[in-house]
């Protein structure tokens, strides 16, 4: 058994809204085998993955699969419930799973959900592993796969606060992105977005951080603020620490000059050889260290966000409650067995580690690990109380004074945090500490929100939804408008028209196509970019204000979306296109595909739906969301009975672009208006114009706004590049546009009919990786609809040898024409001069490209040469005047 390809998809796909790997696994001689044909596999993997027993499968019960793998079943859908096992059993919430066949024998579509990418994949291949060893009869070591997938999925989740503050602005709606493998993520898209590492936010200043990190410049600060802090000094040795130790009078706490998190921090030193030790402990972290005074009281911690105390806890030490029987030692291991407890900052408490300092401690109280502690008795295993050295915490919101407050308020604004932990030592937080000998002992950034998120005892406060709140005042959703664009045809023309609406609306748009990521008229990334990675370019863009994002089939079947929802979903159409690849059979199933789109829009938003193409009306059910319709026909049933239930339509009537909603008609253009058109000729192009007008006025945009951005819109080299730009050379039109589909070429060959050449020359091509049949009907519209055929061959022939193409083509042409007007001339380039070569005036010329820009090329190159003289398009009545560029 082996991997032959990996798709991780982290967003929605067509199998889940959640993330999903699909593995295509070759099983070899066991792809048609079940199990049980092998009796013994099943109770050997029940026996290593006793968990197995509870999954439900397909019998909707716990125990389902079980009964599977009994009666017999195939070993890709073992695979696919080992991977979730695994994961489930390393901590991950896993459940969703699916394993289809595929087209080639033996090798299966294994698809299951997942968390941590890493952990996903290593599941996927351990439980592949895992079936071929108990298959081959040999033992497997789960345990040590187990453990890995514990350490990768602790490794790589989201830490406690990072965590908390993603989960805080999910619930206020407000999309997130991970930008890294540690706790980096930004909240919002494009110019809205705000980023988050922990506590630090992208409002906290570079400087405020790096102050908090310079504990002796916070003092000083601090102090010239009129904040009380401990006295205290510098030390770079020994000597150093005891001079100032002597200087200020014990008992001193020696710490690190930069040190985070409690580490090295030695408290209540009361003699020399105690401050030695303790500068030992903390130059490991630091080259200087500080030495102050012991400030005697309780220690709390206050989170300050956005000038605000927000929580408040009361921070107590490591320690140990006796029993009367057991040792110091072992009320650690006791301790530490609360499933709260947990490496690091993996769960709401820490594990007590025995370090130095804890020896330390114990010795300063005459103690050993060994020593049995009386019933009801505390040791204190630590002086500093960090939740991160095994300390706890008891809220105290309700309690804090306000002058406490005020206090901490003007710490953080001291020290320059717009999040900041306040570390004060006072009698009793609800006593003004400031004359009763308190001290201000840290301000620190990105402190950490556990102890406010999970005290062990007290209420439990919101402090993650306070800094959302802080980072998105009320009323701010984090979005910018999105419009997702998908079909057959169309996509890339209307993703440009309702991006030239919007930039018509004052916004900058970004904009994903099959040319390029584009922000406005700038180029961000070139080649076909229609899938998520592409899409992600733009929502995290600090500059987009709206983003329009076509959204092609292949993306959605290997990356799935970028973005969690959408304002607008558009399906422009559904036709022949890319059936036999990545398991499309059939025309349902590409609609299937492209419903994702519309299951993304966010339900106060709007999907989109062409009301001429009965294909499209398939996907109503997938359909949560109200529907705004789109028609070149006012009689078309769909629109009629869509309005009379009271919904929305865009259609045509008497050339005019109507909008109705509620009974209520708006006439936003004449088509004859919009040079894309060609006065109306270009049917195919009032299509999109109905749609990017359908998904303008969806998101508010204004009727006179969605006009004057359509009058803009022109099919030129710089308004929509490669799709029906029209040149003249000496009397010769040359249309460069990317039909390569029937259905497309079709609409293409009736609005170049509509321009009354003398002839038509079509110049054509398909992409390899179509059916025979696909490439062979291409040809047969050609041969219909040109005077003459020119056949060439993309470079990227995608599998096929050089000329079997061309070969299927020209079958599909000869059936219409006598082969004196089929022509195959491989070369692109090469095509292109002997079409105009051959043309004369009044001719056209069509090419459908690969590489636009080498046409783009060809087309000035002649134009340089004083052969010819170009236009974008037939200079009509009201029509706007085009150059390309």
Known sequence: ?????????????????????????????????????????????????????????????????????????????????????????????????????????????????????????LAGQQAIKLVQTLLDGRDFDVQTILQKLKESIIQKTLGPSTAAIVAAATGRGIPHLRLSDESLVQLGYGCQQRRIQASITSQTGVIGVDIASDKALAKRLLAEAGLPVPRGGVATNEEEALEVAEEIGYPVVVKPYNGNQGKGVSLNLKTPPEVREAFKLARTYSHQVIVEKYIFGRHYRLLVVGGRVVAASERIPARVVGDGVSTIQRLVEMVNADPRRGEGHEKPLTRIKIDPIVLMVLARQGRRLTDVVGEGEIVYLRENANLSTGGTAIDVTEEVHPENAEWARRAAETIGLDVAGVDLVVPHIAIPGGDAGGATIEVNAAPGLRMHLYPTRGQARPVAEAIVDHLFPPGSSGRVPLVAVTGTNGKTTTVRMVGRILQQAGLAVGMTTTEGVFLGQERLMSGDTTGPQSARLLLTHPRVQAAVLETARGGLLRGGLAFDCCDVGVLLNVSEDHLGQDGVQDLEDLVLIKSLVLEAV???????????????????????????????????????????????????????????????????????????????????????????????????????????????????????????????????????????????????????????????????????????????????????????????????RRGRAAGEVAELLARGALAHLPPERVKVILSEQAALNWAIEQAHSGDIVAIFYEKYERILTTLQGIEAEGLAKKEELPLMAGAASNTPG
Not at 718 to 736: H, M
Request: a neutral charge; aromatic letters at 6%; hydrophobic letters at 40%.
């Open 602 to 796: 966010a339900p106060q938003g709007r999907a989109v739906l062409n009301a001429d193409d009965p294909n499209t009306t398939l996907a109503v059910p997938r359909v949560r969301v109200p529907i705004v319709y789109f028609s070149s026909d006012q009689r078309n049933l769909v629109i009629h009975k869509h309005l009379a239930e009271g919904g929305e339509a865009v259609f045509l009537r008497r050339g005019q672009i109507v909008v109705s909603r509620g009974g209520e008609e708006t006439r936003i253009i004449s088509v004859n208006q919009i040079p894309a058109t060609l006065r109306g000729l270009a049917r195919f192009n009032v299509e999109n114009a109905l749609a990017a007008t359908a998904a303008t006025w969806a998101l508010g945009i204004s009727p006179t706004v969605i006009a004057d951005g359509l009058r803009a819109f022109a099919s030129s080299p710089t308004g929509n590049p490669g799709r029906l730009n029209l040149w003249e050379l000496a009397g010769v039109k040359v249309i460069v546009d990317y039909a390569h589909n029937p259905a497309a070429l079709a609409a293409f060959l009736q609005t170049a009919r509509r321009l009354k050449p003398a002839r038509l020359i079509g110049i054509i091509a398909s992409p390899g990786d179509r059916r025979d049949e696909s490439i062979i009907r291409l040809g047969e519209v050609a041969g219909r609809g040109f005077d003459v055929v020119v056949i060439k061959e993309d470079e990227d």
């Open 1 to 121: 058994m082996q991997i032959e390809k990996i798709r991780v998809m982290e967003g929605r796909n067509i199998y889940s809204h959640y993330p999903v790997i699909e593995l295509h696994v070759n099983l070899e001689d066991m792809g048609d085998r079940t199990t049980n044909s092998r009796p013994e596999f099943t109770s050997r993997l029940l026996e290593i993955l006793p968990g197995l027993r509870e999954h439900y499968c397909s019998r909707g019960r716990p125990g389902g699969f079980t009964e599977r793998l009994r009666e017999g079943t195939l070993f890709g859908h073992v695979i696919e419930h080992v991977a979730l096992e695994l994961q489930a059993a390393a901590g991950a919430d896993v459940v969703y799973g699916k394993t289809r066949a595929t087209d080639s024998p033996g090798i299966y579509r294994v698809v299951y959900e997942f968390t941590v990418r890493e952990a996903g994949i």
